[in-house]
């Protein structure tokens, strides 16, 4: 089956800019994460959707940071605007359903590495 | 909250060398425990998990015991290959399905 895909690979921006992602999960899997990764460090969730609604939102810093999923498919990450400390890479994770355990089916995409100069 | 720590790295070893990266983790009640593995350019999989106490987990060579008396998941493998160079990131998952990882640890293999 295909797997989790982001785009783009690579994104440079200068602060103030935004800048959005994308991410297409395994076809059929109800739950999508948004995870940041900052170098050197494990990755945190931004914010978990089950289909088209909102389950975690929690760790999402929504004064800059928006995300949605407006069809219960594919998403979009936005942060606007881009600050120095955002830097990271942003990793798309699915599963089937939010109640599966995270080691049945749970597939991380290879990420966007964002660099805000 | 959940947290994880794991040791420092890189750490750098040559081929058929013995592997350990400690693991420990905080929690309430019995988390599950995983390892995932990040290859350069490529997002996080899942190598081994384990569900219980002494609960052994283990693939491509890899092996990481749940022991619940230290909290402790360590990652040991007996000979390592230049192709087992990564990142292993530690994860822990309670009630909540969300695992909580650790910083992660590079390995370098030397040929």
């Known amino acids: 089956e295909a797997g989790v895909a982001q785009s783009p690979r690579y994104k440079i921006i200068e602060k103030r800019q935004s800048v959005a992602f994308w991410c297409n999960p395994i076809?059929?899997?109800?739950?999508l994460y948004w995870y940041q990764q900052i170098l050197g460090q494990g990755p945190k969730l931004l914010i978990q959707?089950?289909?088209?609604?909102?389950?975690?939102d929690s760790q999402l810093p929504k004064d800059r940071f928006s995300a949605e999923r407006l069809k219960g498919v594919d998403s979009t990450l936005k942060i606007q605007p881009a600050k120095l400390e955002d830097s990271a890479v942003y990793l798309c994770?699915?599963?089937?359903?939010?109640?599966?355990?995270?080691?049945?089916?749970?597939?991380f995409g290879s990420g966007t590495r964002l660099t805000v100069v | 909250g959940d947290s994880v720590t794991q040791m420092e790295g890189p750490v750098t070893l040559s081929e058929e060398a013995f592997l350990t990266i400690n693991c420990t983790y905080t929690?309430?009640?019995?988390?599950?425990l995983f390892w995932y593995v990040q290859y350069p350019g490529e997002g996080l999989q899942l190598l081994l998990k384990?569900?219980?106490?002494?609960d052994k987990g283990s693939n491509k060579g890899f092996e990481a015991t749940y022991r619940k008396e230290t909290t402790s998941f360590h990652l040991e493998k007996g000979s390592v290959q230049v192709s087992d160079s990564a990142v292993y990131f530690c994860?822990?998952?309670?009630?909540?399905?969300?695992?909580?990882f650790g910083r992660g640890t590079s390995l370098i293999v030397h040929p």
């Open positions: 994770a699915s599963s089937l359903d939010y109640r599966d355990r995270v080691d049945y089916g749970y597939t």
């Open positions: 076809s059929g899997h109800a739950t």
């Open positions: 959707f089950q289909n088209n609604g909102v389950v975690d």
């Open positions: 929690a309430t009640g019995y988390p599950s």
């Open positions: 384990a569900t219980k106490a002494d």
């Open positions: 994860a822990s998952s309670g009630g909540s399905y969300i695992p909580t």
